[in-house]
């Protein structure tokens, strides 16, 4: 499972900024629910989705248990972790990269009928699939728009409240399956459907890099990490603990992080102007300004980082108009950053909104 | 039942009125039937479904019976308790939630034989499923829409008599199950069977909230709710249990709220003038009204009872139109509603709507101009020319064609069968099932001998229709004499084709310098008509790009979905005047023409001149293509109607 020795270092990746910003942010914040990656083929998507997995942070595991139940959660264990509690056995483990295949049957995903305990002791037994795994951990599909459609329905599924309901082949059994979306796709080879879109809490779009020194870099770097591996990795193994030690103080700082009223509005307004569906986006966009914030090492969401999460969350969940794209307008995102914050400065002013914190640093 | 996480408190939810009305109505007088929550992504649907859990009455049941019985009701039993009635335990305990999850199979949901008991004792014994367990419960379906066919056909079984009839692997048993269904769906995602959506009482259709301030509010609340769920929940505490006593205080009154007649006539006049089918609408609606006025602590039904229960009942019952947005007229139900009050009868003042045919003119950046037009009236379109050719394979096509079965080893296990020929795809649960109860007197190194009489094959399913992949023409010539208004009326009418067909359809566009994929392939006719509601038109005619991307399309779509039957309908009038390369734009159109021939893809290409057809383009391109050659104008008439009966393969 742990093959990181074949790992090419996440920070050696040349340019794509976005895109290792995104994953950073949740391996920060998970409940940022993930990233889509999108771009052309050969841009290094695959390559920074595993990357990630090494500088996952350690968290509480309950030993032992398959799903890698959080001992502190008292609601969200597994059954068998909750007729052991209280007094179970806890353990630290680092997240990791689970992969979902695209040809990945439904049972093996949803998990089924143990055949093997079935034959041999008469009983019935649940065998965890891929979203048993998958839980606390991230669930990376590479090329996520060619998923069967069947197993598209079962991720949603579980997606939506995070468990995994099983009523199929004779076993009943119900466990957690909260999981960070991690997928790639070559938009030329189809685009996903919407309600799966949707699930994925940022979305980055990636083109190969058109700076001649930069593309040079890129071939040398691969050309040393094939040459040999081990002292590659090892050449890069400061800088990848250093970003490591910032995704820890990161975590630490974020449940510390202020989001004002302010901050609230501008990002309530910047989703209306934009027209998206629902209210995830405004959710999603208030944790990623968030985590922007705690990554900067700052205590309080700034108009910067809301318009950077903007960014981010915006992409792909703008409704889409015949021959617009599906692009974001980001003069369309800085117009109602001005609005919000014009009017929100008037507010303040005749409200008796204002706060301690001052508004111009 | 159990849930992991914390459940988000429903008083907390902010605004959807609606939406949490349709559910308290439910939780207060079960017999409404349940409620099917439509709505964008993201607008606390299943949040607010699995919320309802936690406000939920009591209500008395026989102590120790799975199906949770109803002591008073001597019909309705479980076979077990009229056994033992009349001396039944009573005990009281809450309605639940049953998850009913979209991987379900037929086995675990209609109940089957107990694997380990007939292992162990060799008995046949009935191991209850999904339906047993959801008995006056609320039975509820995330993303319902993506239920597979055989299962939703169990469920209305069971629905139509709320009784679960099992005769399965040697079993014979029947119990009562009388659920209230509670179901969500994006209706991007496709749409539902008109026989399951009636089998909602409540239909509500919800979308984001667009007043900042809620919005804001919104944020703040969920901020607040996963920072400290336990705090929070706590907090909202209060508010649940006011809306808790609330709910026993009208369970406790709706059996004296009186309905007038005249309420009574308001309802079924209300039924007639909407057109909608049966009565289940107007007994809905009747019981609807009472809850409402139970609810509001009131013993009398008024009108504003019934103008809300209206609007709850009604909105997914008007008569299948299903491009109206299947949206109900709320002036139409005010003008009924005064109708039955006036009482006198007056000639019904038809009001037509002026038909919006006002194209909207914008100007782009680059000074060329587009036009949005509006959609012609969609007609009957002779589906006879446009029918795919028969295929001879692997497969066949059940019922109405809305569902296939597939034989490869790819789509849903749904359901197990006997096989014919012994093949891979075993299901060994129900091979298990079928082994057990001869297990005395088998001889075998494991706990379970199989003998190949026991054999199962899994049977799949996959929901799949033809696909259609409209590649259409929106250039500037495209607007010439009102074409566009008539395309779009063609187009409208050939989705709604493939709505009944649940065929999957997708839309690629042309015009200006390219050609885009509008829509990939999905089985969301009603996305399929917004984009199209939007196509600006203007600009040049890329018709080889337009061919190619359809092309690209189709072939992609024949690799993911080996079973499909994808058909390319080309409108356009083949003007082309932008190449791909340095050679005639007409050229080269032809030659991509000539590729979707070579490999195979059924096509037809919908002449949009009017008239007399003077320069035959799109004709030339049509024989290149193999395709059918339709005018725009014979696709209305009726004239056509043996055209193309030799079109097999």
Not at chain 1, 138 to 148: F, R
Not at chain 2, 358 to 369: A, L, Y
Not at chain 2, 370 to 387: H, M, N, S
Request: glycine share 8%; aromatic share 4%; proline share 5%.
């Amino acid at each position: 499972m742990h093959q990181f020795n074949d790992i090419y270092p996440f920070s050696a990746i040349v340019g794509q900024e976005q895109m290792k910003k995104a994953l950073l942010l949740n391996a920060i914040n998970p409940r940022i629910g993930g990233v889509l990656i999108k771009g052309e083929k050969g841009t290094a998507k695959s390559t920074a989705a595993r990357a990630l997995a090494r500088l996952l942070p350690d968290r509480q595991v309950v030993e032992g248990c398959i799903f890698g139940c959080d001992p502190a959660d008292t609601k969200g264990l597994c059954p068998d972790c909750q007729k052991r509690a209280p007094g179970l056995p806890v353990t630290m483990a680092p997240m990791r990269v689970v992969e979902l295949p695209i040809s990945a049957t439904e049972d093996k995903v949803v998990g089924s009928l143990d055949i093997e305990h079935a034959l041999k002791k008469g009983e019935k037994k649940f065998e965890p699939g891929i979203l048993a795994q998958a839980h606390r951990n991230i669930l990376y599909v590479d090329e996520v728009n060619l998923l069967n459609d069947h197993i598209v329905d079962v991720l949603l599924d579980a997606a939506a409240m995070g468990m995994n309901f099983i009523e199929r082949e004779g076993v009943s059994y119900v466990h957690p399956a909260a999981f960070i979306l991690i997928g790639t796709m070559n938009p030329e080879e189809g685009e996903l459907r919407p309600q799966l879109l949707d699930r994925f809490g940022l979305c980055v779009d990636i083109e190969g890099i058109h700076d001649a020194e930069t593309r040079v870099e890129v071939i040398r770097r691969r050309q040393q990490y094939e040459e040999d591996p081990e002292s590659f990795i090892r050449a890069w193994e400061t800088v990848e603990s250093d970003l490591r030690d910032r995704i820890v103080r990161a975590q630490k700082l974020l449940v510390h992080v202020k989001v004002s009223d302010e901050m609230l509005k501008l990002i309530a307004q910047i989703c209306i102007d934009m027209a998206v569906d629902g209210h995830r986006a405004d959710i999603t966009m208030m944790k990623t300004a968030a985590t922007i914030a705690a990554y900067n090492g700052c205590d309080e969401v700034r108009p910067e980082d809301v318009r950077e999460a903007a960014g981010l969350v915006l992409a792909h969940r703008m409704r889409r108009r015949p021959f617009s794209g599906q692009q974001m307008d980001q003069r369309k995102v800085e117009e109602s950053m001005r609005r919000s914050q014009g009017a929100g400065a008037a507010a303040a002013g005749a409200h008796q909104h204002t706060h301690a914190h001052s508004h111009q640093h | 039942m159990h849930y992991f996480n914390d459940i988000y408190p429903f008083s907390a939810i902010v605004g959807q009125e609606q939406m949490k009305k349709a559910l308290l109505l439910n939780a207060i007088n079960p017999r409404i039937g349940g409620v099917l929550i439509k709505g964008e992504k993201g607008t606390a649907k299943s949040t607010a479904a699995r919320a309802l859990a936690r406000l939920l009455p009591d209500r008395q049941v026989v102590d120790g019976c799975i199906f949770g019985c109803d002591p008073a009701d001597t019909k309705g039993r479980c076979p077990d308790c009229q056994r033992r009635a009349p001396d039944l335990p009573v005990t009281m305990a809450p309605m639940r939630v049953v998850e009913l999850p979209v991987s379900a199979t037929e086995d675990k949901v209609v109940g089957s034989l107990d694997i380990e008991r007939a292992l162990k004792n060799g008995e046949r014994v009935f191991e209850p499923g999904v339906l047993a367990r959801a008995n006056r419960n609320i039975l509820y379906v995330d993303e319902v829409n993506l239920l597979n066919d055989h299962i939703v056909d169990v469920l209305l079984d069971a629905a139509a008599m709320g009784v679960n009839v099992v005769e399965r692997e040697g079993i014979s048993f029947a119990h009562p199950s009388a659920f209230i269904l509670i179901g969500t769906m994006n209706p991007e995602e496709g749409e539902l069977r008109p026989q399951l959506l009636d089998r909602f009482g409540l239909c509500v259709d919800i979308e984001g909230i667009h007043d900042a301030e809620m919005r804001v509010e919104v944020i703040r609340r969920r901020r607040q709710y996963e920072s400290d769920p336990d705090a929070f929940i706590r907090s909202w505490q209060p508010e649940d249990d006011e809306l808790r006593r609330r709910i026993i205080q009208a369970t406790i009154l709706l059996p004296y709220v009186v309905i007038p007649h005249e309420m009574l006539t308001m309802i079924a006049q209300i039924c007639i003038d909407m057109a909608v089918d049966g009565h289940r609408a107007d007994i809905t609606m009747m019981k609807t009204a009472a809850t409402i006025a139970a609810f509001g602590g009131r013993s009398e039904v008024r009108e504003e009872d019934v103008r809300e229960a209206a609007e709850l009942v009604l909105s997914h019952r008007m008569r299948r139109q299903p491009f109206s947005e299947q949206q109900m007229d709320r002036e139409k139900m005010e003008q009924s509603i005064q109708k039955s009050q006036q009482e006198k009868k007056e000639p019904d003042q038809q009001q037509q709507n002026p038909e919006n045919q006002k194209p909207q003119e914008n100007t782009m950046p680059d000074g060329s101009t587009t036009t949005v037009f509006a959609e012609g009236q969609p007609f009957r379109v002779d589906q006879k020319p446009l029918a795919a050719p028969r295929r001879i394979d692997s497969f066949r096509r059940e019922g109405s064609g809305r569902r296939s079965v597939t034989e490869s080893r790819d789509g849903k296990y749904v359901r197990s069968r006997i096989p014919e020929v012994i093949g891979p795809d075993i299901a060994l649960d129900a091979t298990i099932r079928a082994a057990a109860p001869h297990q005395n007197g088998r001889d075998g190194p494991l706990a379970v001998k199989i003998e190949s009489s026991d054999l199962r094959e899994k049977v799949r399913e996959r929901k799949m229709g033809n696909t259609v992949l409209f590649v259409v023409d929106a250039s500037g010539s495209m607007g010439a004499q009102q074409r566009m208004t008539a395309v779009k009326g063609a187009i409208l009418s050939l989705l709604i084709d493939a709505y009944q067909k649940r065929d999957r359809v997708g839309l690629v566009v042309f015009r200006g310098t390219g050609a885009e994929i509008l829509l990939p392939p999905t089985s969301s006719v009603e996305l399929a008509r917004k984009y199209m509601q939007q196509l600006p038109v203007g600009g040049k005619t890329p018709l080889a790009h337009g061919l190619s991307r359809g092309f690209e399309v189709i072939r992609r779509e024949m690799m993911i979905n080996k079973h499909t039957i994808p058909r390319l309908i080309l409108i356009s009038d083949g003007k082309a005047n932008v190449g791909m390369g340095t050679g005639s734009p007409f050229d080269e159109a032809k030659e991509v023409a000539a590729t979707i021939r070579e490999a195979g893809i059924a096509s037809f290409v919908i002449d949009s001149e009017k008239g007399f057809i003077a320069f035959g383009l799109a004709q030339a391109i049509s024989e290149e293509m193999g395709a059918r050659y339709l005018r725009l104008d014979d696709l209305q008439a009726d004239k056509i109607a043996d055209l193309v009966k030799g079109i097999q393969a």
